[in-house]
């Protein structure tokens, strides 16, 4: 069977069983940009947590109360974020012009140093001297490769910006993940006209599928019906969302859920 299923943006219907979502515990460690080595500056909790036995979507919340800095053109600040992988955990996030926002790994791809901290519109390379722009772009050797990016989330008007950090879990699941039940990644993803979702469902059950924002909020239902044992899949044009990072969850009436990661761009 392949749906295919328009985007709806107004007056979604929530499914009854959706949970909401929870702040966790887990921080993030955050460094100070301002200093020629990192201090410990604060923490702040990322929404992106799933109920008990759920994992980290992978994405974080960086509210501009917490970090003024960037509320402001040039402001920059550094993050370590625990449970990423030392080479992707370690990132620095710039306001470079009012609309746009960068997450950009602060260590150099020469040798692996951490870059300074973004000054002038660069960042410096002290180990030796490699200068990138705002945009992680090589300006200046010996480094040949730019300074990898992670995708941002980011709105004129908004009072947060949100990473895609790499390297963390990029679903949640719940129930037994044995089973026949999965939710699989889609594709092609990124996307930015149609994509397809595909799904496995062991047995004759009840099954929803939502998209939400990075916030946890429902935009549309893509799923929502009786559904027999097999793989089914949707098809679902997402040309009319604004780019960023979305995410989608699939429930079924035998307690299974799993949540993924959608990038639209
Ligand atoms: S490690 Fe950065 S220039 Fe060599």
Redesign the pocket.
Known sequence: MNDIHHIVTSEPTRISSRRDFLRSALALSVFSASCGSSRLLASVLPDDVWEKDAKLTGLYTLRFGDFPALRNVNGSIRLQVPGAPLSLGRIVVTRISNTEITALSEL?T????PVDPFMGGRFT?Q????VFDSRGRVLVG??NRPLPSYPVTFRMGDDFVQIDVPGLVASSVKGDSQSGFALNQNYPNPASNQTTIEYSVEKQSFVAISLLSILGKEISELVRKEHEAGIHRITTDVSGLSRGVYLYRMETSTGFTQTRKLTVI
């Open positions: 150099c020469h040798e692996g140093c390379c180990c030796h001297g490699s010996p480094a």
